[in-house]
C-alpha cells in the first residue's frame, strides 16, 4: 500500500506539470504596438472627378451636290480653313453646257414672247375697228399667255442648272479644322453619297461626361451660377492639366434609364489648338460643399474583397474593424464619407498586425526587452 502511495503521488504531480506547461503555451499573445490617429473634421479643397470624351461643338461631312469628276483639292490636309473657302473643284464641263443651252432656250422664249405680244396687239387694234375675228383675236391671247409661262420655265431651268455649276465648287461652311482628304483629284463621285472630307470647329471644343441623376440639383446650381472665368471647371490628361478653365453649358434633356445617369457638356477655349475631336480626358470639378470633412492617413485603410476598413480603438486596448465608405484621395489621405466620427482613434502604424479584437499597445517595445526575447 506504502509503494501504491508513492505511485500515486507521483502520477498527481507529473500531471500538474503537464498542465503548467499547457497554461503557459496558452497564454495572451502580447499587444500589437501601434501609432493611433485622432480622428477630426477639417476642411478640405478637392475635385470631384468624370471621365470625358471631346467632341466638336460643330461638326459636317462635306459631299458632293453634283455627280462628276474632282479636277482640284485647294488646302492641305489638316489645316484649318475659314468659312467660304475653296475646299474642291468638280468637272463644270457639262454643267456649264446645259447653262448656255439654258440660257440658249431663254433667249429663244424671250423673241417668241415678243412676237406673241406684237400679233396680239395687232388683233386687239383690229379688233377695235371690227375688222377681225373675235376667235382670232383669243388665239393671240392665248399665244401670249403661253409665251409667257414659256419664258417663266425657261427662267427657271436656267436657275436649276446655275445652281448645279456653282455645286461643282465645295466651299468650307464654317471656320474650323478639315481633316484628311477621302478623294484624290480624278476620283469619281456621286452626289449626296461620297464623302469628301470632314470639317470640324476648333475655336471651343465640347467636353461630355456622364453624372449620376443625385447631382443633378449640384449641376443645375452650378449652370445658373456658371461664370466666364470661373475655375470649377478644369480638364485633365494624366498628369496634366489644361491651362484654361471650362463653363458649364448644358445638361441633356433627360436621364438615361438604363445607367441613372445624365450627360453634362462643358466648353472650353481652344485658342492654341491642343484639343482636338474625339479626345478622353478627366473633368476636375471643384467641390465646393460648405460641410467639413472627415480625412485619414491612407495607409490606415485594409482592402479586404473590394471593401476598405481601418482598425478603431476601443474600451480595454482592444481594437475593432470598421467598414467605411471612401471619397476623393487628397494626395497620401483619403476622406471618409461613412464609417467614422470626429473624436475615435484609429491605427495607422502596426495595421498589418491586427486582427479583429485584438489588444493593442502605443508604447514602443524596450529595446532590451526585444533583444531578450530573441536570445530566449
Do not use: W
Request: include cysteine.
Amino acid at each position: 500500500m506504502k509503494y501504491y502511495s508513492v505511485a500515486l503521488s507521483a502520477l498527481v504531480l507529473a500531471s500538474c506539470g503537464k498542465k503548467n506547461e499547457q497554461g503557459a503555451g496558452m497564454q495572451t499573445p502580447p499587444p500589437v504596438n501601434v501609432t493611433l490617429f485622432d480622428v477630426t473634421t477639417s476642411d478640405a479643397t478637392y475635385h470631384d472627378e468624370y471621365p470625358a470624351s471631346i467632341t466638336a461643338l460643330n461638326q459636317v461631312e462635306l459631299r458632293p451636290q453634283v455627280t462628276g469628276f474632282i479636277t482640284g483639292v485647294h488646302f492641305q490636309d489638316g489645316a484649318r480653313v475659314k468659312k467660304g473657302q475653296l475646299l474642291y473643284t468638280i468637272d463644270a464641263q457639262l454643267y456649264s453646257a446645259n447653262y448656255e443651252q439654258a440660257v440658249a432656250n431663254s433667249n429663244v422664249q424671250q423673241a417668241n414672247l415678243a412676237k406673241a405680244q406684237k400679233d396680239a396687239d395687232r388683233y386687239h387694234e383690229l379688233d377695235k375697228q371690227d375688222a377681225v375675228a373675235k376667235q382670232l383675236v383669243d388665239n393671240a391671247d392665248a399665244a401670249l399667255e403661253v409665251a409667257k409661262r414659256q419664258v417663266e420655265a425657261a427662267k427657271a431651268s436656267i436657275a436649276a442648272v446655275s445652281t448645279n455649276v456653282r455645286y461643282t465648287k465645295v466651299y468650307a461652311p464654317f471656320n474650323g479644322t478639315i481633316g484628311i482628304s477621302l478623294v484624290k483629284v480624278g476620283a469619281a463621285v456621286t452626289a449626296g453619297q461620297t464623302v469628301l472630307n470632314t470639317v470640324s470647329s476648333d475655336g471651343q471644343l465640347a467636353v461630355d461626361f456622364n453624372v449620376d441623376q443625385s447631382e443633378i440639383f449640384r449641376f443645375t446650381n452650378l449652370l445658373k451660377n456658371s461664370k466666364a472665368n470661373d475655375s470649377t471647371f478644369t480638364l485633365a490628361f494624366g498628369k496634366d492639366i489644361y491651362p484654361q478653365p471650362g463653363k458649364i453649358q448644358l445638361l441633356d434633356r433627360a436621364v438615361d434609364p438604363q445607367t441613372g445617369t445624365i450627360k453634362t457638356r462643358l466648353v472650353f477655349p481652344n485658342n492654341e489648338n491642343l484639343l482636338r475631336a474625339g479626345m478622353t480626358g478627366t473633368v476636375r470639378v471643384l467641390n465646393n460643399a460648405a460641410t467639413k470633412s472627415i480625412i485619414i492617413p491612407h495607409k490606415a485603410v485594409t482592402e479586404q474583397l473590394g471593401e476598405f476598413f481601418v482598425y478603431v480603438a476601443g474600451d480595454s486596448s482592444k481594437v475593432s474593424q470598421r467598414r467605411l465608405s471612401l471619397g476623393q484621395t487628397l494626395g497620401s489621405n483619403i476622406i471618409v464619407k461613412e464609417g467614422l466620427s470626429a473624436g475615435e482613434k484609429i491605427a495607422v502604424e502596426g495595421v498589418q498586425n491586427l486582427r479583429e479584437g485584438a489588444v493593442i499597445s502605443t508604447e514602443p517595445i524596450p529595446a532590451a526587452a526585444g533583444a531578450g526575447a530573441q536570445k530566449k
